[in-house]
């Protein structure tokens, strides 16, 4: 496992945009996807934006298509989200998770919850209207 940290969060108006980052720390040599994930109040966490950390191949949720931007820095063990045109319906506590164990996949991008075994403590973002 890694130890993730996330930072970025806050409050915003609809149609702002925001960028979160997230650093990871310890065995991150044994990272094989990270991404990102939230969950909205009184609802299930989903899945916003996944990495594979080799190939770069990335995955989007139906609702931030075209607005959210994933990307990585290998070198920093810092995945990044780019937030664009933010809505309220994107209030939410944002999670970023690390998959470390499992082996590498060169081109799947994990998009299931189950599939990461480290996750941070979450940064919240609140979009008002």
């Known amino acids: 496992q890694v130890q993730l940290v996330e930072s970025g969060g806050g409050l915003v108006q609809a149609g702002d945009s925001l960028r979160l980052s997230c650093a990871a720390s310890g065995r991150t040599v044994s990272i094989y996807a990270m991404g990102w994930f939230r969950q909205a109040p009184g609802k299930e966490r989903e899945v916003v934006a996944p990495i594979n950390w080799n190939s770069g191949n990335t995955y989007y949720g139906d609702s931030v298509k075209g607005r959210f931007t994933i990307s990585r820095d290998n070198a920093k063990n810092t995945v990044y989200l780019q937030m664009n045109s933010l809505e309220p319906e994107d209030t939410a506590l944002y999670y970023c998770?690390?998959?470390?164990?499992?082996?590498?996949?060169?081109?799947?991008?994990?998009?299931?919850?189950?599939?990461?075994?480290?996750w941070g403590q979450g940064t919240r973002v609140t979009v008002s209207s």
């Open positions: 998770a690390a998959r470390t164990q499992g082996g590498s996949s060169r081109f799947r991008v994990d998009i299931r919850e189950y599939q990461y075994d480290s």
